[in-house]
């Protein structure tokens, strides 16, 4: 396949001339959103995220199609918040595999902006979290949290992955716990959480990390 790039200040105009070459596809980079970028093909125009984690991999995050729903404007919106998260040590692309592994009969949510990520039968809504352990300080401090005094989440599921993203630990923490160990840092106007061994004492946590383990097994 065919793959040509460009490096723009992405304008409407500008998606909506954009056109894939035969029999390949055209890559969009915003120079205003850094690591933003459109993906022209036959098939559609997709937004997609790229950014560095601090091992130096390059993961590539799918934010959604190109429409009227989701246009220039709310990629860059969603590429400005997984920046900040970035920035905090999380691993956005860590998170939604995890989303994966865990989601066996749940309803996963693509608008991070409602405050949660995933829906289980029940319609416990789950805000989901990873990091990965490689002996840095501060490595169990999750990602910024979304929305916690609005109580726009049910439940936290957050996994611990070892040096070679296996699980480590996993587990699911109600609302209530959550919101009494977390704290707020204003200047990010986030939530931050500090997932160490004693989460897993705190009232109403369950462990899943055999779960976890097996569901990885099983991809």
């Known amino acids: 396949m065919r793959r040509a790039m460009a490096k723009l200040n992405l304008t409407d105009r500008a998606i909506g001339a954009a056109k ?72 956005p692309a860590s998170d939604r595999r995890t989303a994966r592994r865990a989601a066996a009969g749940w ?32 490595e169990r401090q999750l990602s910024a949290l979304r ?14 992955f070892d040096a070679n993203y296996g699980v480590a630990r996993a587990i699911i923490l109600p609302h209530a716990a959550v919101e009494a160990g977390a704290r707020f840092r204003s200047h990010t106007n986030a939530w931050l959480f500090i997932l160490d061994d004693k989460a897993w004492e705190l009232p109403g946590a369950r462990d899943i990390t055999a779960d976890l383990v097996a569901a990885a097994e099983r991809l």
């Open 20 to 91: 894939a070459p035969a029999n390949g596809r055209l890559e969009l980079w915003d120079t205003k959103s850094p690591g933003l970028c459109l993906r022209v093909s036959s098939s559609g125009k997709v937004w997609v995220y790229r950014y560095r984690t601090p091992d130096g991999r390059q993961p590539r995050l799918k934010l959604g199609e190109h429409s009227q729903a989701f246009g220039l404007a709310d990629a860059r919106a969603k590429a400005d918040k997984l920046r900040v998260e970035v920035r905090e040590g999380g691993d």
């Open 147 to 160: 929305r916690i005094p609005e109580k726009s989440f049910d439940y936290l599921a957050a996994v611990l």
């Open 107 to 138: 309803a996963l949510e693509n608008s991070s902006a409602l405050g949660f990520d995933a829906v289980d039968g029940a319609g416990a809504r789950y805000q989901i979290k990873s990091r990965r352990l490689t002996g840095r300080i501060g």
